[in-house]
């Protein structure tokens, strides 16, 4: 049954894909819509066979992706109609016939709108009914408001209009490698397989060029990533009516959402983000973010063994890397040979270190960027690179 959730309608195949969010659109009268929902009798019809797929009942939940589980991926946009298309670029030059690619639009930006239906196999979804945000705060600013509604919006219809079971987040300023697919592709079983499992990430806050090496290696970590990432239908049902008036990321990364639970990400990124301009206005962008390596090799996931990334198994070799691996004082102190170091660090002294080593040194509540248990993966200098609490405890 498809949900009751307003009016909406799905513009027929031969003219682009259209949902509208505004409980005062009118359907134009040249159009038949395919589907329509409202408030009051949800009714389905579909003669176009290339959009009956994206309606398609959602899948069982003991279904693998690789089965019958039901992916599609979203990029959220607003106002940027040539990051749009960079974006929309690159994923067309990757992206597997079945999945479907949604770009949800804030707001009604003409260009971004004609951007997005220039592109057959888009479903376009727009929200349209804005309300001015009631702030928590003065001082923040409206442009959090709107993007937090926005992205409750995207996700709402993803998941419980259009019965996807996995949905791959992007948004309008991100390009991807060429493995990305691949990559999420494999890893979204571990969704259904781990409980202790929030989310799939494809990007490494440390992940300049210095810091890394190994296009193969996946970390656990306590700290949500964002920019690129991928979400099941279980964890939407948990937090979609808790979703916050704002600052959406930084809410997920509190613990009473992550509940213990951790994201996977890469050690280098799958993907790259061009976005210098938006609603934080570039944070970090100048100091981190243009510096993060964007993963170059076409690795095929699907051979790939990633048990090893569920918690049992992952902590049992963690425990094992920590105590063999050479402690040291400083950085300066590795040789760039093959074997495994470690700084023990005081949580008041991590500041000055990550200055020292150029990486991200903020927190959100109480958990470093990357961190599994305080603990940090680096390369330098070739060789592994651990970056352990003093106080850390099994």
Known sequence: MIPDVGKTHIEPRFTPNTIFADEEQKKPAEQ?????????????????????????????????????K????????????????????????????????????DATNTEVAEMARKYPRVVHIQNIFRKKPQKNSPMDKDGYYYLSEHYKFGLQTAFERLLFDNVIILEDDLQIAPDFFSYFVRLAPLLDEDPSIFCVSAWNDNGRKEYIKDPEALYRSDFFPGLGWMLNRNVWAELSDR?????????LRDRDRRKGRVCIRPEISRTFTFGSEGTSLGQFYNQYLRYIVLNDQPIDWSTKDVSYLKKEEYDRRLKEQIETAKSISNEGEITGDERTYKITYNMRDFTGLAQRLGIMDDEKDGVRRTAYKGIIHLRHKGSLLLLVPRDHRE
């Open 70 to 105: 039901r992916t599609a991926v979203i990029i959220f946009a607003y106002d940027r109609p040539d990051y749009l298309k960079k974006t929309l670029d690159t994923v067309f030059s990757y992206i597997p016939k079945d999945i479907p690619v949604i770009v949800s639009q």
């Open 243 to 251: 979703w916050p008036k704002a600052f959406w990321d930084d809410w």
């Open 32 to 68: 038949k819509p395919e589907v329509v929902m409202n408030n009051k009798t949800p009714t389905l019809t579909v003669d176009c066979p290339t959009l009956a797929p994206v309606l398609a009942p959602p899948s069982p939940p003991s279904a693998k992706i690789t089965e019958t």
